[in-house]
């Protein structure tokens, strides 16, 4: 199984400052058949399920604010949240899907 | 709009079975592959099967902790997926939500989730 490893645990970010969350997988989940990663990010408020965000590592899911914004390639991964909002406050899960899904850990991201 | 709907979660003890629903509407869901996840209280997220459609073979896969306990399964016509779970343990006590998956989005293997269910808890306790 591929390993997905997400940092840091949690996070404080102050008011329209930027929120960075790093994801590594175990293994390249580089799809050869499109030239895509396959990666996907959710949100998960409390209480709610999860949403997606993002998907081939880097694709803006329908209606999601342009600050939220996904990047990398191959085991290495990032999610950026620009200009951080309060409802922004959320744990966020990476998932590869190259494989039988696999979802990192979960950060959690909370105002300072 | 897409709606998924779980039901038939609850109070079960080890060792009994218990089958979840997933009722769809607001899209064609003899278009998409279904996903079960789970999340146990206070804990992450868990993929534990999918089925594709039947257009991409009816594939089912299996988490390693579920395979040959759990039955994913759907019925087209009724718009409605179901997870059949077996020989219970303690370990799958876990909302447990439904997710839709567009094929476009798949890999080979598995997808993303673009629409999840608001989940239904089983509790699997003596």
């Known amino acids: 199984d591929i390993v997905m490893t997400q940092s840091p645990d949690s996070q404080a970010v102050s008011l329209g400052e930027r929120a960075t969350i790093n994801c590594k997988s175990s293994?390249?989940?580089?799809?050869?058949?499109?030239?895509?990663?396959?990666l996907a990010w959710y949100q998960q408020k409390p209480g709610q399920p999860p949403k997606l965000l993002i998907y081939?590592?880097?694709i803006r899911e329908s209606g999601v604010p342009d600050r939220f914004s996904g990047s990398g390639s191959g085991t290495d991964f990032t999610l950026t949240i620009n200009n951080l909002q309060a409802e922004d406050v959320a744990v966020y899960y990476c998932?590869?899907?190259?494989?039988?899904?696999?979802f990192g850990q979960g950060t959690k991201v909370e105002i300072k | 709009e897409v709606q998924l709907v779980e039901s038939g979660g609850g109070l079960v003890q080890p060792g009994r079975s218990l089958r979840l629903s997933c009722t769809t509407s607001?899209?064609?869901?003899?278009?998409?592959?279904v996903s079960w996840v789970r999340q146990a209280p206070g804990k992450g997220l868990e993929w534990v099967a999918f089925?594709?459609?039947?257009?991409?073979?009816?594939?089912?896969e299996y988490a390693a902790s579920v395979k040959g306990r759990f039955i994913i399964s759907r019925d087209d016509s009724k718009s409605t997926a179901y997870l059949q779970m077996n020989s219970l343990k303690i370990e799958d006590t876990a909302v447990y939500y439904c997710?839709?998956?567009?094929?476009?989005?798949?890999?080979?293997?598995?997808?993303?989730?673009?629409?999840w269910g608001q989940g239904t808890l089983v509790t699997v306790s003596s």
């Open positions: 997710t839709r998956d567009p094929h476009p989005h798949c890999s080979g293997t598995s997808c993303p989730h673009d629409h």
């Open positions: 607001g899209f064609k869901f003899g278009d998409y592959a």
């Open positions: 089925i594709r459609s039947k257009v991409y073979g009816d594939i089912r």
């Open positions: 293994q390249s989940v580089f799809f050869s058949s499109n030239n895509k990663n396959c």
């Open positions: 081939w590592a880097s």
């Open positions: 998932q590869q899907y190259y494989t039988t899904p696999q």
